[in-house]
């Protein structure tokens, strides 16, 4: 029986964790859920998991919950980042699931390495930000720490049973987004509404639009070599429209290993919390017979810069990933509330970076100085704007 915290339970990947915590009672208990701002759906949760304790982003939320909660059924009910790091560290908990949205999820994720707590990881920027720090310390407490983004599933997947001195590159597919073949002369009129509306995934919003703009894979590939330990020139990114293919492995003999599936994230939530067995589910085989074709293509770097900006990065290393990820985040808010537009996310981006003298990631409040700086460096451009 594993004891499990989430973080980021109202969200996609943590709404979907449920389900598979819930489709398997006799494996998995849920302790404690971490959920933003989300009162009732959290509700509909504490009724369906009776956690222990609940916390949400702020303290004005968490009191409108106690309020909703009928008496008797009350779980103990946290806010804040304190608050969080609070339900990934209690001493039941043996698993935390890290579903946050952005940088929000740094702290009780690395909070949670240091404590020895398995983490299945499916807030990239941890990664982005401070992989070098996590994957250290993960190392250090005996911890794993397991992905839950479906490309890194795949790489897991792909990896077992092979000695990694004979994997000669990492290949990530992406679906490409809704604008994969939208021509680069019309990307200046998108709207958010069209941003969001991936066609093969369910996503949050931030990830949907990341998606769009390709910044996603770029972070993903930055995640990548944290989690696999290869470096970033061995990390290849191709577009996958029919996303069934979720990425592969190539080996020096020639063999490339891939991992196929139907687009849903069930499947690498399910593999990351019963690792390395894969659980029966109710989800649709994958009938190649009616598949259609699947093909694959080079990412434009010109029409899609967040990806480009990305691996630019990844290249800089030290203080730079962190930088681009909190410059991105403001972007795309920006972006998602109207103030700027589609094309304008990787030229904030851009600026941000271009401001930015590195300095050496050497422990947490270095990532977090980072993130700051970026953020008030973006913040001043976008009101210069």
């Known amino acids: 029986m594993k004891n499990i915290t989430v973080l980021g339970s109202t969200g996609s990947i943590g709404v979907t964790t449920l389900k598979v915590i819930g489709a398997h009672p006799e494996r998995y208990r849920v302790v404690a859920l971490g959920a933003g701002k989300n009162i009732n759906l959290l509700l509909e949760q504490i009724r369906a998991f009776k956690p222990q304790v609940v916390c949400l982003q702020d ?16 779980p103990e009910v946290l806010w804040g980042t304190e608050g969080f790091v609070e339900i990934a560290l209690m001493d039941e908990v043996d698993t935390v699931v890290s579903a946050m949205t952005g940088a929000a999820g740094l702290i009780p994720t690395y909070r949670a390495v240091l404590a020895s707590k398995e983490v299945a990881l499916a807030n990239k920027e941890t990664m982005v930000m401070a992989g070098a720090l996590i994957i250290e310390e993960a190392k250090r407490s005996g911890t794993r720490v397991l992905p839950i983004d479906s490309e890194h599933s795949a790489i897991l997947q792909c990896l077992q049973g092979h000695p990694r001195e004979d994997v000669v590159k990492i290949i990530l597919t992406a679906s490409g987004g809704p604008f994969h073949s939208l021509a680069p ?17 369910e996503m949050g919003p931030k990830i ?7 910044m996603n894979k770029g ?14 020139e061995r990390i290849k990114i191709l577009i996958h429209p029919q996303s069934i293919v979720h990425s592969m492995v190539e080996y020096r003999d020639g063999s490339i290993i891939a991992q196929l599936g139907i687009p849903d994230m069930t499947i690498p939530i399910s593999y990351a919390l019963s690792y390395p067995n894969h659980l029966e589910n109710r989800l649709p085989s994958l009938d190649l017979a009616k598949t259609a074709p699947l093909t694959f293509h080079e990412p434009d770097l010109d029409k899609f810069k967040c990806l480009s900006l990305a691996l630019e990065a990844a290249r800089r290393g030290d203080s730079m990933p962190a930088v681009l990820n909190a410059a991105n985040e403001v972007a795309v808010e920006a ?9 304008d996310i990787p030229k904030l981006i851009q600026k941000t970076m271009e401001a930015h003298t590195t300095w050496p990631v050497e422990s947490i409040e270095s990532v977090i100085r980072a993130d700051d700086w970026a953020r008030k460096k973006a913040s001043e451009i976008l009101k210069q704007a």
């Not at 002369?185 to 995934?201: D, F, R």
């Not at 972070?219 to 989690?227: G, H, K, P, T, Y």
């Not at 972006?335 to 094309?343: A, M, R, S, V």
């Open 208 to 214: 949907t639009v990341d998606s769009a703009t390709l």
């Open 335 to 343: 972006f998602l509330n109207n103030k700027i537009g589609f094309l």
């Open 185 to 201: 002369e019309k990307l200046a009129h998108v709207t958010p509404s069209e941003a969001l509306a991936h066609p093969n995934w």
């Open 219 to 232: 972070l993903e590939a930055i995640e990548a070599r944290w989690f696999f330990n290869i470096p970033m």
């Open 59 to 74: 303290h004005e939320s968490a009191l409108e919950l106690e309020h909703l909660l009928p008496p008797g059924q009350r």
